[in-house]
């Protein structure tokens, strides 16, 4: 992973303007933190791959016997992937990677779990999700020469080939997905998940192996200086909570935030 220090507002807008639009984005608060999913951070020291497949199948098998009791909407998740993916977004931990297409979405959320009182530089990170995807699926054909998909046959059929494909045989592949059953607040954000294909194996190390080493991964360290402009400059651009979440919540994490930042 590349890593760029970004001291100007005007050179962050310049280098995210500058990437293509095969990126997708990921912001964190700290910039030291790693790439690893909300499953992977609760195991922490006990984490292994016994462990992450054990915990993942029975979250997933007790969220799934319980979820009809508090499902309000009378929508069932049709798949794996579509399953995890409505886990994440109520807080179970899961493999699943928080991503937009947009880099000021991933900004926002930098800024919102940010701590001005720490005065820790933040980051954004960026991965070429075209160039991830491609060497995935050309890993997955040289293992089985009768898979011939192709990164727009995927598309409109990724719950079955996450399903029946990657995650059936634990492919050590970095996997790009949006399940079928699309929830609105992952919509409005843009948002997509990273994982890995092998329940066993973290992201990071996934990312680490010769497959994808020359699929770019960048992380722009923001310095802290910059927290109040940026926030402003998402302001401007009416990257809010009110418009991430479009509910109560939203508005009130929009009130805190410019509780904080105006406060430093």
């Known amino acids: 992973m590349k890593t760029i220090s970004i001291t100007t507002v005007g050179r962050l807008l310049r280098s995210l303007n500058a990437l293509p639009n095969h990126y997708m984005f990921r912001g964190h608060a700290d910039y030291r933190w ?35 009791l508090y499902d309000t909407e009378n929508a069932r998740p049709e798949s794996r992937l579509a399953w995890l993916s409505i886990m994440q977004h109520y807080g179970v931990p899961t493999r699943l990677l928080d991503f937009s297409e947009s880099p000021y ?35 997955i054909s040289r293992k ?15 719950d079955i080939v996450f399903d029946n494909v990657v995650d059936r045989h634990a492919y050590n ?24 294909g092998n329940p066993g194996r973290r992201i990071e190390d996934i990312l ?36 991430i979440y479009g509910n109560l919540d939203g508005l009130a994490r929009s009130i805190r935030m410019q509780m904080q930042a105006y406060s430093t």
């Open 105 to 139: 979405v991933a900004l926002y959320f930098a800024l919102e779990a940010y701590s001005p009182e720490a005065k820790k530089d933040f980051s954004v990170i960026a991965i070429d999700y075209t160039a991830v995807m491609e060497r995935s699926i050309a890993h």
């Open 34 to 68: 790693r790439l690893e999913s909300s499953l992977e951070r609760m195991l922490g020291p006990k984490w292994s791959p016994t462990e992450a497949r054990k915990y993942e199948q029975w979250s997933l098998d007790h969220f799934k016997s319980k979820f009809h």
């Open 144 to 158: 089985d020469p009768s898979f011939r998909e192709t990164r727009q046959s995927i598309h409109p059929q990724q």
């Open 208 to 243: 680490s192996l010769p497959t994808y080493r020359t699929a770019r991964v960048i992380k722009y360290r923001v310095s802290a200086s910059l927290y109040t402009a940026v926030f402003a400059l998402l302001r401007k651009m009416n990257v809010t909570s009110k418009s």
């Open 173 to 196: 592949v970095a996997w790009i997905a949006e399940p079928r059953q699309f929830n609105a607040r992952l919509d409005r954000q843009a948002g997509s998940f990273l994982l890995s």
